[in-house]
């Protein structure tokens, strides 16, 4: 539900000062709905919701009371924003981190393309050791070859199970057949 004032048609957010439909008096938002005052400062109480709709955010005024302007969900429009929000989801999760043998592993962007190039030569060099890689706000570590190989491989691990969550909960949303069926696909889940 949404309480608007009908003059306006905007929703009616915080504690405002309004106005009384014939002007002679002012009270604040709660005052006015406490008292049940509603009808003389032209206040309605809008529902904003309908199954299988979406509010477009607008009222229309021209029947009183007004009522919530709704437009259709189309199944298709909701599997594709479903899925931007799953590629949103598994991008916090694969940049969320990991970890190794205990230690917090990060796991951005910047870090997956560090410890690929360190990877690189650490594969071609058993003797190569980083002396000072950054683990935490003012913590350094000496990483030998096989900790470099050993973390790229838990980066490369916890990024592609990110990538199969995403093409798992991918597939349920594409083959949902209805919104009930969309709606219960849990894209917070198997993170």
Known sequence: ???IVKETLTPISGNPTLTSVDGTERANFRT???QGRANEFDIYDVDTSAKGKR???EF???VTPPVAVFEEISLADEKAKRLQELAQRRYKAEEGGTTLGGNPLATDRMTQSKITAAYVK???DADYEI???KTGPGIF???TAATIIAAANAIEAHVQA???NEASLSSDITDAADLAELAAVDIEGGW
Request: hydrophobic share 40%.
């Open 1 to 3: 539900m949404t309480y």
């Open 32 to 34: 006015i709905l406490n």
């Open 55 to 57: 509010w477009t955010g």
């Open 60 to 62: 229309d005024g021209s």
């Open 122 to 124: 650490a594969s071609v």
């Open 131 to 133: 002396t000072a890689w």
């Open 141 to 143: 570590s000496t990483l």
């Open 162 to 164: 990110c990538f199969d």
